[in-house]
């Protein structure tokens, strides 16, 4: 079964300072998507970046892009010059491609420090 | 255009009662999500469906646990004889169709306490 690790429960950085959450995730599939969402307070879950895994270029969305390396099974995400508003949660998530339900990670929980 | 809408939004009740959960999609959306997220955890799968008929229940936990779309639109997670490990925030999310790359989008959930 596909699993998506996220090893950092807690990461904080400095306001407009670069920041890399870690995802790494299993899958025997060669054809699949991945994506990162982020939860304020909210409680919304908002789509940041995705990514194919047969595109090799890293996808980038303005501040966030991702370090996408398919052999190492990594889906690493980077924000530059953090906002007070980028204070979240962080979600990494798989899609089987099955029916298109998301498989995710349990998150990394964001602070940023003015 | 209006988002993912769920109600109620936050849901008190005490243990062996039966909660009902609505989620209503984005209009034209085929595909409906149900997943649940316990306190600091990420989000666990738990019904698909597309149109009124859901080919995968694989993630309901258990035999309490049921949902029903009707008309394609909106769907309905009910909960019976609620348990306190049932606590938890309940989140829909809606897609155009099940294509892998179209992204899915949440409604803010629903808090669900059991006492």
């Known amino acids: 079964a596909q699993t998506v690790t996220q090893s950092q429960p807690e990461m904080s950085v400095q306001e407009a300072e670069t920041v890399t959450l870690s995802c790494t995730y299993d899958t025997s599939e060669s054809d699949y998507y991945l994506f990162w969402y982020k939860q304020p307070p909210s409680r919304q879950m908002i789509l940041v970046i995705r990514?194919?895994?047969?595109?090799?270029q890293n996808a980038t969305e303005n501040r966030f892009s991702v370090n996408f390396q398919k052999a190492a099974k990594s889906f690493s995400l980077k924000i530059s010059d953090s906002q007070l508003g980028d204070a979240a949660m962080y979600f990494c998530a798989y899609n089987d491609g099955g029916y298109n339900k998301l498989i995710f990670g349990a998150g990394t929980r964001l602070a940023v420090h003015p | 255009g209006a988002g993912v809408s769920q109600s109620p939004s936050n849901k008190v009740t005490e243990k062996g009662k039966d909660v009902e959960l609505r989620c209503d999609p984005i209009s034209g959306h085929t595909a409906l999500y149900w997943y649940r997220q316990s306190l600091g955890q990420g989000l666990e799968f738990l019904i698909y469906?597309?149109?009124?008929?859901?080919?995968?229940k694989s993630g309901l936990p258990s035999d309490r646990f049921s949902a029903e779309r009707t008309g394609g639109s909106v769907s309905t997670l009910t909960i019976q004889r609620t348990q306190q490990e049932d606590s938890a925030v309940y989140l829909c999310?809606?897609?155009?169709?099940?294509?892998?790359?179209?992204?899915?989008?949440f409604g803010d959930g629903t808090r669900l306490s059991i006492l």
């Open positions: 990514q194919e895994a047969y595109k090799q």
């Open positions: 469906f597309q149109g009124n008929s859901a080919p995968d």
């Open positions: 999310a809606s897609s155009l169709n099940r294509v892998q790359n179209q992204p899915q989008h």
